[in-house]
T-cell receptor, first 111, second 110 residues
């Protein structure tokens, strides 16, 4: 079983749509959780950290369920500029330790 | 403030050759991690350097080695290149938990 698993893509949605990405992780001792965004042929960039209480940043909402080992990202009112690959990322220990990435889910927002 | 920089941006090598990739971290960052991202996959952790020593290592063979210099910059060396080493090599720098990625070096092995 892979350490971090994500929905297979791609997701093709019209502008204005709401889209949800799901992710599960296998190591129950995992400490920190993130969503990174990666544009084509570019480096991953931190989109947001994910906390147990849930967190929101504009049109983006991230949720963490430790009991189910499940992470989600919701994008409301999709924009063309949201088209990218979204990577679910887990840090299995506290502090400055290696990140474990999912395979990523590609999103295409269509006009 | 410059972000993480990497060089070269692109590289073409042949099987059996050796390659050295370079990374300069963000100002003030003391930890450098290297990742390999094959096409269609998420990045995979290679190793991490802190205080000029390899602190952690992922599941990569000894052909992959590295170094960190006193100014915190780092090199990744790969010996005896295989076709399967073709990938985007990403460097990430950090001071605490958040890792910031450089633009990567795209390596093609023919």
């Amino acid at each position: 079983r892979k350490e971090v698993e994500q929905d297979p893509g791609p997701f093709n949605v019209p502008e204005g749509a709401t889209v949800a990405f799901n992710c599960t992780y296998s190591n129950s001792a995992s400490q920190s959780f993130f969503w990174y965004r990666q544009d084509c042929r570019k480096e991953p960039k931190l989109l947001m950290s994910v906390y147990s209480s849930g967190n929101e940043d504009g049109r983006f909402t991230a949720q963490l369920n430790r009991a189910s080992q499940y992470i989600s990202l919701l994008i409301r009112d999709s924009k063309l500029s949201d088209s990218a690959t979204y990577l679910c990322v887990v840090n299995i220990a506290s502090g400055n330790t290696p990140l474990v990435f999912g395979k990523g889910t590609r999103l295409s927002v269509i006009a | 403030d410059a972000g993480v920089t990497q060089s070269p941006t692109h590289l073409i090598k042949t099987r059996g050759q050796q390659v050295t990739l370079r990374c300069s971290p963000k100002s003030g960052h003391d930890t450098v991690s290297w990742y390999q991202q094959a096409l269609g996959q998420g990045p995979q952790f290679i190793f991490q350097y802190y205080e000029e020593e390899e602190r952690q290592r992922g599941n990569f063979p000894d052909r992959f080695s590295g170094h960190q210099f006193p100014n915190y910059s780092s090199e990744l060396n790969v010996n005896a290149l295989l076709l399967g080493d073709s990938a985007l090599y990403l460097c990430a720098s950090s001071l605490s938990q958040t890792q910031y990625f450089g633009p990567g070096t795209r390596l093609l092995v023919l």
